[in-house]
Every structure is written in structure tokens, then in C-alpha cells.
């Protein structure tokens, strides 16, 4: 194949776009942009509520070259649309013979460790593997919450490592290499230091359970025998 020209970005979160999806999947679709790549979006949640929807995605899908798969982790896994529309996906391309096309996936996460969303990007691989599309490489950035949908740019210091993730993915892929393994380490270091990251997501926690009357109850185990 050669370089791919179009890349459209899947953003998976029901965030749409006040989301880290957007965010992440966004930098990564404007340096393509810059690398000469023709770019669009689809937001999957609003797609798949009708069938006017999921069409406008298959055809959008149908003219890309490069796929960009941008979603929350949601129970070590994708939320429940994002699998709807890979299913989706996969039934379409069983129909036709499709044009040779990559997936990269991007991923994040509430809890800081990278290694939590293996799951997610294997079930990703292995949807590729399924629909015949290459595999470009999963980047998985753990506490992704901490950017709650600010962009990359404004959240300045600590999106470090995924802007040099990214811009490094943004030059395989315009090439029309997988994303390097080095590349997926650099996505994988935290954002913030672990302590500081549990230290302000316990005191959210707390501040929540207290708007909502539930400061008592937050070690209530009503399920136990
Ligand atoms: C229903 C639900 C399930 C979640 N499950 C997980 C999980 O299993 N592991 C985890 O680390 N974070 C989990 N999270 C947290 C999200 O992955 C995290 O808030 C993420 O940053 C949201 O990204 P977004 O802004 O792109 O939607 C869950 C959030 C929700 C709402």
C-alpha cells in the first residue's frame, strides 16, 4: 500500500467532544494533518442511535485509508457502543471485499497504570485481525481522566508524553509504519506521579460522595454475605 491519505478519527466516548478521546485522538489527527493526510471525525455514540447514523460512519469508513480508534477504558474492556460499532463494522466488511486499510487504537483510562487496558487493545487487534484490517498499533495512556477533556495543549506540562507519543505515531503512520514500540512506552508513563494522581482522585471522590450525602457510605459494602 502506499501512504495512506485519509485518516479518520473514531472518537468512542459518550463524552464526545469534552472527552480525553477527543483530546488524544484529536492531536494525533491535526499532526496528521500537518504530515499532508486528509482528515475527518465521527463521534460513534450519536452514530449508532440510528440507522441514517451508522450509515454516514460506514461510508466514512469506507473512504479512509487509516482509522483512528479513540475510546475510555469502561470495565477493562470498550463501552458498549464502541463494541456495537465494531460489530457493526465487521458485518459490513463480510459483505464486500474492502480496500486495504490500518487501525491504530488510543485508549485511557481512570486508573494510572498503562497495563490496565491490555485487555481493551487486544480485543481491538483482534478485531482487526477479524475484518482483514492491519494492525497500525494500540497507545494506551493510564489516568487519561486527569486530562478531563482539556486538550493537549492547554493541559501544558503533564500531556507531555502523550504529545511525544503521539507526534512519534503521527510520522510512522504518515509513512505508513505501525506505530514503534517505543512510541507505546512513551504513552505508558504517567501522566503525574502516582501518588499525586491517587492523592487528588481520593479528594474528588470524597467531595462527590459529600455533594451527594453519601460521605457515611463510602466503605458500605451492601452485597457482602
Ligand atoms: C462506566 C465506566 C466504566 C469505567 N471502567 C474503568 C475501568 O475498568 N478501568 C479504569 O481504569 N477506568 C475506568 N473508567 C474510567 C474512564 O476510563 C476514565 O474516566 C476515562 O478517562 C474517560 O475517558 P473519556 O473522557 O475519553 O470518556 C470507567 C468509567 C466509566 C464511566
Redesign the pocket.
Known sequence: MSSPKKALLLV????GR???????GGYLLNRLKEHGMETGKVYIHPSMLTERGQAEMLQAIDRSDLLIL????????L?APVIAALETIAEHRRTKVRKEQKLVAIT????PEAS??DTALAICRRFASETKIGWAGGLAI????????RSLAEAGWMARNPRKALDMAATALAEDRPVPKETVDIAAKPLIPRWMYVFVANRWFKNEAKKNGAQDKLYDRPYQA
Open positions: 468512542g466516548s459518550p463524552r469534552d472527552s480525553s478521546s477527543e483530546a488524544l479513540a475510546f475510555p477504558l469502561y470495565v477493562d474492556s463501552p485511557n483510562s481512570g486508573f490496565q487496558m493510564g489516568g487519561g481522566e486527569a486530562l478531563h477533556g
